[in-house]
């Protein structure tokens, strides 16, 4: 069974509710579409009600049995601007400020992720919004969890018919926000990506420190920043699986590290992958 067919089986154990605030856009219907007819979701899609409904229509895409909200028109618009503003206050927000924000989609389900008396547990966006139109608004009402030192993102890649990583499944850190990480920001994302994998894919995390150089094969302050990284990572997280500095081919190919790093507690297995910044992880994808 894939990683997406595992997820889907979850889900439907446990039907949970998503919101959507790009619901104006053709592929956030579609996707709607195929999600309410495999029913492992519950949709709330956030959006100007008559343009979604005209959209669906016209593209003969089905999205019965999704719930619609406008947020300048719903019941809770005016609880959600004292809710952002009782947030934002100390940071200078005024209430006028908030009930615009509020008119926001993004805003405006991050909102209802926040209120504890609606359904809604969880938003995906950023189809039609950068990274940071879609986190400022997570951090500023969601917050980050308890004990996050650094924000970092990561993209779950599914290669069908895959024989490395995690039946073809990995985890690509940090993939879009912090540019260039100090060897310490560096194990703090390769600690809070391997928990990720964990709880996402629910097998244990096997962690590459990437690099252009295996086992010090290469010298420079760059190779010296993941060995550091690795380190701290050991030393704050004993029972994690992790080792670098490796190369992508020594890291996934048991064939290669058998070579190249036969003694690397990975056995070129490893399904967390953390890339040194972000613009060596464009090259690799």
């Not at 992720?113 to 940071?132: C, I, M, Q, R, W």
Request: hydrophobic fraction near 40%; charged fraction near 30%; glycine fraction near 4%.
């Amino acid at each position: 069974m894939s990683f997406i067919e595992e997820i889907k089986k979850r889900a439907k154990k446990q039907t949970k509710t998503i919101v959507l605030p790009e619901a104006e856009d053709i592929r956030i219907l579609e996707a709607t579409s195929q999600v309410l007819k495999e029913g492992y979701a519950n949709i709330i899609l956030v959006g100007n009600q008559e343009k979604i409904e005209k959209k669906a229509k016209e593209n003969n895409i089905k999205i019965e049995g999704a719930q619609i909200v406008e947020p300048n028109k719903a019941e809770n618009f005016e609880k959600y601007i004292n809710l952002l503003y009782e947030l934002r206050k100390n940071k200078g927000m005024t209430m006028e400020q908030a009930r615009e924000l509020v008119k926001d989609p993004v805003y405006y389900g991050m909102l209802m992720v926040k209120d504890e008396n609606t359904k809604a547990d969880g938003l995906v966006s950023g189809a039609a919004h950068s990274t940071s139109e879609t986190l400022r608004p997570a951090l500023q009402i969601l917050k980050t969890a308890p004990g996050t030192k650094l924000v970092s993102a990561f993209f779950v890649m599914v290669v069908p018919d895959c024989r490395y990583g995690e039946k073809g499944t990995f985890i690509f850190a940090d993939s879009g926000l912090n540019e260039n990480p100090d060897s310490e920001s560096l194990a703090e994302i390769a600690i809070s990506s391997s928990k990720s994998f964990k709880q996402l894919v629910e097998k244990e995390p096997k962690v590459a420190m990437l690099s252009y150089s295996t086992y010090g094969s290469a010298k420079s302050p760059l190779t010296e920043k993941v060995i550091e990284a690795t380190k701290f990572v050991k030393e704050k997280e004993k029972e994690l699986l992790v080792d670098g500095e490796l190369q992508l081919d020594s890291a996934i190919v048991p064939e290669v590290a058998a070579f190249k790093a036969p003694n690397s507690p990975l056995k070129g297995e490893a399904n967390v992958l953390v890339f040194p910044n972000l613009d060596t992880r464009k090259y690799w994808l």
